[in-house]
């Protein structure tokens, strides 16, 4: 069971950038996706949640207006869209699946598989 991120990469300040997360090994189309971002010397911190099929989401309210989540279980892929990036959106990002849907920092402690991070780099 393997969940790879991919789509980061150096973008200036006011950018944008399109993250995927492609599921591999099994299905992911009952469990919640989350992406979750940690900067050097910080703590991870959630960032955006989507719960099995679509229709509920939740963002960390620094990314609110500015982040989108989205799936396709067709693909076993999940997206997060990244407009008008700041400096401080710098970070290595990871996506996570789980059963349930608990979206808040401490989500991390449960989610039940984690994928590869891919850095973003938002220069100013």
């Known amino acids: 069971v393997q969940l790879q991120a991919s789509g980061g990469g150096l973008v200036q300040a006011g950018g944008y950038l399109r993250l995927s997360c492609a599921g591999s090994g099994r299905t992911f189309s009952s469990d919640s996706m989350a992406w979750f971002r940690q900067a050097p010397g910080k703590e991870r911190k959630f960032v955006a949640a989507?719960?099995?099929?679509?229709?509920?989401?939740h963002y960390a309210d620094l990314v609110k207006g500015r982040f989108t989540i989205s799936r396709d279980n067709a693909k076993n892929t999940a997206y997060l869209q990244m407009d008008n990036l700041k400096p401080d959106d710098t970070a290595v990002y990871y996506c996570?699946?789980?059963?349930?849907?608990?979206?808040?920092?401490?989500?991390?402690?449960?989610?039940?598989?984690w994928g590869t991070g891919t850095q973003v780099t938002v220069s100013s």
């Open positions: 989507i719960n099995w099929n679509g229709q509920v989401t």
């Open positions: 996570a699946t789980d059963s349930g849907f608990l979206p808040s920092d401490n989500w991390g402690q449960w989610m039940d598989y």
